[in-house]
């Protein structure tokens, strides 16, 4: 692929998804579009190019967004954060909410479904605190086709391997052919949703825990700032902000600060944290 | 170092599994079936075993009611590392006190994954 051409389709990403495509993932553009060009019928990437150029079809930018903002996903992943959600995240918010018995969790950048999946299975062990009250998971993502399938609950054994503990995969899955099903009780806790994070989330409501995790990565500095800023807002002051790993807000917006001790999780500045720093 | 004893009948299979725990730190001893495996446990007990289930001489399954019988043995991490994927099978190991299961063909991140899970890592 040539640098013009290189340059177009990471333009239409940037605005499109605000994802941030770097010269060296040229690789990427090739292995993910291909799919998309057989689909539409084209015999390669130039004639998809071309048209794209031409007549801009929304379908095509459509499909074309999707298959380049598609990201693994995995259960549980890194496990220490959902540790933290179990044991810290959600007991402070049940002594904190005991007016309303309501709280709200955002997972969004759902891709697969496993992040609010492993969500709702932790919630799901948590019945006897939890009993008689409204816990609400909203899952959103930009794909079309990631939230197709993250709401059939059917996933591949590679998949339910990278961090389902077995006990969880024999309890809450039923083996169909060579894939497996969630349980239908689970799939039913999360809504999944449509949404562009470059979107204002005022329409989704207000979140007590919002999980942004690997995501912020694949947009420039402003992006991550402004997409920050509207994260907050969705907001309450004690709420609970989720990260991956390696992001951070540390020098890209002042709206959250670290939970001291608490990698990967952020508080509403000069909010009142759900969860006190360690 | 923590010790791992990776028991499978495939030789190809122990090396890819040696390379993968070497790179995670652990010390590996190799076992081709149940039997020499359970031999290298009463000698000294490995703090995991990565188990397969069809092996010649003695499986699997029985090498572990073997293990947990050991004196120590009930301490041991023990994950299974088989083509036997299916829920039945699975069942039968967690009822015989496997730690994790592993549905073979693996990686180096589903092994880390489950051996982390299983707290060896």
Redesign the interface.
């Known amino acids: 692929m040539n640098t013009a051409d290189f340059e177009f389709l990471a333009s239409i990403l940037k605005q499109r998804s605000g994802l941030v495509l770097a010269p060296e993932k040229a690789y990427l553009l090739e292995s993910r579009l291909m799919p998309v060009a057989r689909k539409f019928g084209f015999a390669g990437l130039p004639e998809l190019i071309v048209t794209v150029r031409k007549e801009r079809p929304e379908e095509l930018l459509r499909d074309i967004t999707e298959a380049m903002t598609t990201n693994e996903s995995l259960f549980f992943r890194d496990?220490k954060p959902f540790d933290q959600f179990r044991n810290l995240v959600v007991p402070k918010l049940v002594e904190s909410r005991q007016s309303t018995r309501r709280i709200r969790i955002w997972s969004a950048a759902a891709s697969s479904g496993q992040e609010p999946y492993s969500i709702a299975i932790i919630l799901m062990e948590m019945q006897s605190l939890l009993a008689g009250w409204d816990v609400e998971i909203t899952a959103t993502d930009i794909s079309v086709e990631m939230l197709n399938r993250a709401r059939s609950g059917l996933y591949t054994?590679?998949e339910v391997?990278?961090?389902l503990?077995?006990?969880t995969?024999?309890k809450y899955f039923?083996?169909v052919g060579e894939k497996w099903r969630l349980d239908a009780g689970v799939r039913s806790m999360v809504k999944f949703k449509e949404f562009n994070l470059l979107d204002d989330p005022a329409a989704l409501g207000r979140f007590d825990i919002v999980f942004c995790r690997n995501v912020l990565i694949y947009f420039d500095q402003q992006t991550k700032a402004e997409v920050l800023a509207r994260i907050a807002k969705a907001m309450p002051g004690d709420g609970v902000l989720y990260l991956g790993g390696a992001e951070t807000v540390l020098g890209i917006t002042d709206r959250f600060v670290p939970i001291t001790g608490h990698r990967g999780m952020y508080g509403i500045a000069g909010g009142e944290p759900a969860l006190k720093s360690a | 170092m923590k010790t791992c004893l990776v028991v499978d009948d495939s030789k190809v299979i122990r090396m890819v599994a040696r390379k993968i725990l070497e790179e995670l730190n652990f010390s590996v001893v190799e076992a081709e079936d149940g039997k020499v495996a359970l031999e290298a446990c009463k000698s000294r007990l490995p703090d995991g075993v990565l188990l397969d289930w069809n092996m010649p001489v003695m499986d699997g399954i029985e090498f572990l009611n073997e293990l947990r019988a050991l004196p120590g043995g009930e301490r041991v991490a023990v994950v299974f590392c088989t083509t036997e994927?299916?829920?039945q099978h699975?069942?039968d190991a967690?009822a015989a006190g496997?730690n994790?299961?592993?549905?073979k063909p693996?990686d180096s991140?589903?092994i880390q994954?489950?051996f982390?899970?299983v707290g060896l890592i």
């Not at chain 2, 994790?100 to 549905?103: L, Q, T, W």
């Open positions: 496990m054994q590679f391997q990278r961090g503990p077995i006990a995969l024999v039923k083996q | 994927n299916d829920l699975i069942q967690l496997a994790e299961y592993i549905m693996f991140e589903i994954t489950k982390s899970q």
